[in-house]
T-cell receptor, first 113, second 116 residues
Framework: DAGVIQSPRHEVTEMGQEVTLRCKPI?????LFWYRQTMMRGLELLIY????????DSGMPEDRFSAKMPNASFSTLKIQPSEPRDSAVYFC???????????FGPGTRLTVL | AQTVTQSQPEMSVQEAETVTLSCTYD???????LFWYKQPPSRQMILVIR??????QNATENRFSVNFQKAAKSFSLKISDSQLGDTAMYFC?????????????FGKGTKLTVNP
């Protein structure tokens, strides 16, 4: 299995631009998680889906952030408009029900200038 | 809300020696999982070991073992025969399984350096 796939690996953009991060979970996994890692706040959950349905989005910072999971093999995290404080590493992870073991993708390093 | 505390921001150990990383957590739940993740400079998050709270026996994975003290809410990681490749950030994480939630709560991490 290829593991969790994220794209792009690096993204540099200017303040005000729209940013879209993409994730393909491991085949057969039905839970998908988006995490953000910063020096100040560490690793924090933004949102997670189960069977393509958002279950907990309490970590989404504000309305500028949105996430979708149109099918079992694809999810996006969008930031519009982006701000310098959104600069971070964004991880996607997936899991299978009752297995309780999340597998992480390689992350996307986002820099907003 | 659950919290995870790692009190050692940085640690170092000589190659082949043993090192223990500390982690405490706070929860009122009875059913949960605890994890240690490793993040090398490549920034990939790698699961090292996990412990189910209902199991009294401490989990082990080759050179990695935990000391799980449920009453004290403590979950330390012991790395035996440290290798240079163990140099990484180590994160302790908590998952409350009540109600089907799979949310991971992470500590701030411990930066471990293995010296030759």
């Amino acid at each position: 299995d290829a593991g969790v796939i994220q794209s792009p690996r690096h993204e540099v953009t200017e303040m005000g631009q729209e940013v879209t991060l993409r994730c393909k979970p491991i085949s057969g996994h039905n839970s998908l998680f988006w995490y953000r890692q910063t020096m100040m706040r560490g690793l924090e959950l933004l949102i997670y889906f189960n069977n393509n349905v958002p279950i907990d989005d309490s970590g989404m910072p504000e309305d500028r952030f949105s996430a979708k999971m149109p099918n079992a093999s694809f999810s996006t995290l969008k930031i519009q408009p982006s701000e310098p404080r959104d600069s971070a590493v964004y991880f996607c992870a997936s899991d299978r029900d009752s297995y309780n073991e999340q597998f992480f993708g390689p992350g996307t390093r986002l820099t907003v200038l | 809300a659950q919290t995870v505390t790692q009190s050692q921001p940085e640690m170092s150990v000589q190659e082949a020696e043993t090192v223990t990383l500390s982690c405490t957590y706070d929860t009122s739940e009875n059913n949960y999982y605890l994890f240690w993740y490793k993040q090398p400079p490549s920034r990939q998050m790698i699961l090292v070991i996990r412990q189910e709270a209902y199991k009294q026996q401490n989990a082990t994975e080759n050179r990695f073992s935990v000391n799980f003290q449920k009453a004290a809410k403590s979950f330390s990681l012991k790395i035996s025969d440290s290798q240079l490749g163990d140099t990484a950030m180590y994160f302790c994480a908590f998952m409350n399984t009540q109600g089907g939630s799979e949310k991971l709560v992470f500590g701030k991490g411990t930066k471990l350096t293995v010296n030759p």
